[in-house]
């Protein structure tokens, strides 16, 4: 197959950390496209409650996840792209980012309509167990002590427990105000990013 005939999916997220809801969709849009690239969004942030890990980590774990499931490398980009402050502008800043694609990956609204509107075809993925499987709650049962692993795939586990991401995640979301207990409502960052 020539290369200007491969379909290509693009799938935008923040990957904080990457789950076993990421790890589905991935292996969906690889049923459905010949090459996937995938967007590691907010890759300026780290250090923070909604941003832990650094770019560098989630791509370094989410290459780990695809080797486990003896996924396709060869067929999979990994690309970090920083948000702008601007999202009429954010759909220009990912196309010089990265190579070209054919269809847009997303249930997120505003990455959906910010790429509707730069004529990207966009496709909602199929959501696994989205109740209970999204970064926000992974993070919060980790600095509430709760069972977090089973949301992650094995080796991201590993990883995250190897470089003390837990309790890096803790420590930014402690106060020295010692009334004040860790919750997420004050471990909200200050930074404007799309949610994905």
């Known amino acids: 197959m020539k290369w200007w005939s491969l379909k290509r999916g693009l799938l935008v997220g923040r990957f904080q950390p990457p789950h076993i809801g990421h790890l589905s969709a991935i292996k969906s849009i690889l049923r459905e496209c010949d090459e996937l690239i995938i967007v590691v969004g907010s890759a300026q942030y780290s250090y923070t409650f909604k941003n832990p890990f650094t770019a560098g980590e989630r791509i370094e774990m989410i290459r780990l996840m695809l080797q486990e499931e003896r996924l396709p490398l060869e067929k999979i980009m990994i690309i970090p792209i920083p948000d702008i402050g601007e999202h009429s502008l954010w759909v220009s800043k990912v196309r010089t980012f990265v190579p070209r694609f054919d269809i847009v990956y997303s249930n997120n609204p505003l ?75 004050k471990c909200q960052p200050s930074e404007d990013s799309l949610e994905l």
């Open 111 to 185: 990455v959906q309509r910010l790429f509707t509107d730069a004529g990207c075809q966009v496709k909602p993925i199929e959501l696994y167990r989205r109740e209970e499987v999204v970064g926000t709650l992974i993070r919060k049962k980790m600095i509430e002590d709760e069972d977090w692993r089973e949301y992650v795939p094995r080796i991201v586990v590993k990883y995250i427990e190897s470089i003390g991401g837990v309790e890096r995640i803790k420590q930014v979301c402690r106060t020295d105000y010692p009334e004040r207990s860790i919750t997420t409502t």
